[in-house]
Each structure stands twice: as C-alpha cells, then as structure tokens.
C-alpha cells in the first residue's frame, strides 16, 4: 500500500466533508460499495480507522484531522493543474514582459508599443534588453519573453513571425557640399562613411551585396549601433546606410537626407522570435498577436517583402 489512489483521496475528503460514505458516493458518482472499498483502503495505508460511526455520522479520527488540509490542497492543486490554463485578461494583468530588440526596434518600434501598453494593459511592463549572443540563451531560459528585429541568428531553433518588410536607404546631411537628390556609385564611393556594427543583427548583407557589386565602402568611423548616427551625419560630410523606416524617422529629427542607394540592396524581414517552452502561455500569445497587430505592413506603411508570412514558423535546427 504505499501508493495512494487519487479516487481515494476524493472519497476521503467527500466522506470528511459529509460526515456519510452514502452521501459522499453521490457526490463524486459512484457505487456507495465503491466508496466504502476506497475508505478501507484508505484505513490500510494510514494504518487508522480515519472515520468513527456515532450518533452524529461518520466522526474523524485525530489523524484523520491532522491529514484532512493537506490532502485537501493536494487535490485543489492537481484539479487546478488538470483544468485549462488561466486566460490572460491584459486590462487587470499585471506582469512584466522581458524583450530583447535591436537598436533600431527601440527607436521604431518601442515607443508605439509601450503607449499602447499603457492604454490597453496598464498593468504591464516592459524591461528591454539589447539582443546579443546571449539572446539565444535568455529565450530558452525565460529570462526573455521575445527577441524582435532583423536577427538571423535565432533563424533555427525558434519559432518565428515576421512583422514587416523593410530595405536600406543612405542619410547625408542636408547640407552635403558634394550629395544632392541622387547617389551614384562614384560619390558613394568617393565619399567617408560610418559602418554600424550591430552584434547580432544580419545587417552585414549589406556588406556583401556592396562587394559582389565591386563598391568600395571607405569607412572612416565604425559604431555599434545606429542610436548616434544622425547627429553625427548632420554635422559631417560622412554617409551611413540604415533602414528605410529608421532613416524616415531620423529625417525628422536631424538636418539629414533620406538617399536611395546607388545599387538596389535587399529587402529583410524584421521578426519576433520565441521559445517553444513558452508557445502556449497566455500572456506571450496576447504580446504576439499585439506586436502583430501593431507593427504588420500595413500598420507600419510599408508593402510585404516577397515570401513574407505573417504565420509564425517553427524554423529547426540543422541535424548535419
């Protein structure tokens, strides 16, 4: 007998509450034959009568009392675990969801979602982090909710949604002496420029669409993210390539120019990124389908990339 029958336990708690082994039958549905088996039973494995027949009903013992709340949580808890998950109602939530996001998602993306988050969620917060090599780990953790940008790097292994298309654009300042309405390949080339060196983001495509095509890009400053760039666009002479949204909004906040580059460069996909651990919490469902809601391609005024798809994908990792 050292296994104890979650029937049982039922009996035992009905037959506590009841004070009758008929009446806690009826209860829980059964034979009254069923349940007096379960309560035998129950009196071999705790080595106690546990219920005394009296004038009153079925009177429990001192053990049966000092184990009654005990059993009785146990099986709150497991009727709790076996029931569907709670729903996540986002106005009386209160929660902190943790994100991990490029640069360039925090200056496009963050602000319109926490205003958001204030009207409709009140009670949710955001602790943003910058996505790093160490991303991989803190999704498969817990320690972040979602990572969002153009990150290649959690291509495998994650599921995945793409919110938007977006392209590359090139900033001068508006006061350029050399760059006026057009870029082309020879002062592109001719011209200083700023390499953003963003960890873990895929914008090294640019480099490697610029040298199939022989474009020499002079770097004469490297940065780690495009955070400063504009300023520093403003009040130089130097180029920088970033995307197209990120340019659109630094254009109206610097004395720069949005420029088309001088050869096409492609388009990508910014994306949300999660763990399988977490696909079926409610919280995280609620923040996916908002972050899709608020920032489609068509929320954000930009047209679809080909093979956009705003289904999420579970994207392997290789076996090789």
């Known amino acids: 007998m050292a296994k104890l029958d979650l029937d049982w336990l039922s009996v035992f708690v009905e037959v506590y509450k009841t004070q009758s082994v008929s ?14 088996l379960a309560l035998n039973k129950l009196r071999r ?14 009177e429990p013992t001192p053990r049966a009392q000092a184990i009654y709340p005990e059993l009785l949580e146990a099986l709150t808890r497991l009727e709790k675990a076996r029931g569907r ?12 969801f943790r994100l991990c996001m490029t640069d360039i998602s925090e200056i496009i993306l963050l602000p319109r979602l926490i205003t958001y988050l204030q009207i409709k969620a009140p009670g949710l917060t ?5 996505i790093s090599a160490a991303s991989r780990h803190r999704l498969e953790s817990g320690e972040a909710d979602l990572a969002i940008g153009f990150t290649p790097d959690l291509e495998a292994g994650f599921y995945q949604q793409a919110l938007f298309a977006q392209d590359f654009v090139c900033l001068a300042a508006l006061d350029h002496p050399r760059i006026r309405a057009k870029l082309t390949v020879r002062n592109f ?7 953003v060196t963003s960890a873990a983001t895929g914008h ?34 130097f180029l920088v390539i970033v995307p197209r949204l990120l340019g659109n909004a630094l254009a109206l906040q610097e004395r ?9 460069l492609p388009a990508y996909k910014v994306k949300q990124h999660w763990h399988e651990r977490f696909n079926l919490d409610a919280g995280n469902i609620w923040l996916r389908r908002t972050l899709a809601d608020l920032f489609s391609n ?4 930009t047209q679809p990339a080909i093979g956009v798809n705003t289904d999420f994908v579970r994207r392997k990792q290789s076996q090789n």
């Open 256 to 264: 720069v120019r949005v420029l088309e580059p001088p050869v096409p």
């Open 45 to 58: 494995h705790f080595e106690d009568p546990l219920f005394i027949r009296t004038s009153q009903g079925m």
């Open 204 to 237: 090294a495509v640019v480099d490697k669409v610029l040298a199939r095509q022989k474009i020499v890009r002079r770097a004469v400053l490297r940065v780690p993210s495009f955070l400063g760039v504009a300023r520093v666009v403003a009040q130089t002479e």
């Open 298 to 301: 068509a929320s954000m005024g």
């Open 126 to 130: 955001l602790a943003v982090d910058q």
């Open 85 to 96: 998950p709670d729903a996540f109602s986002p106005g009386t939530a209160v929660r902190e």
């Open 23 to 36: 009446r806690a039958a009826l209860s829980l549905h059964i034979e009254q034959p069923s349940a007096s």
């Open 189 to 195: 080339s001719a011209e200083g420029h700023i390499l």
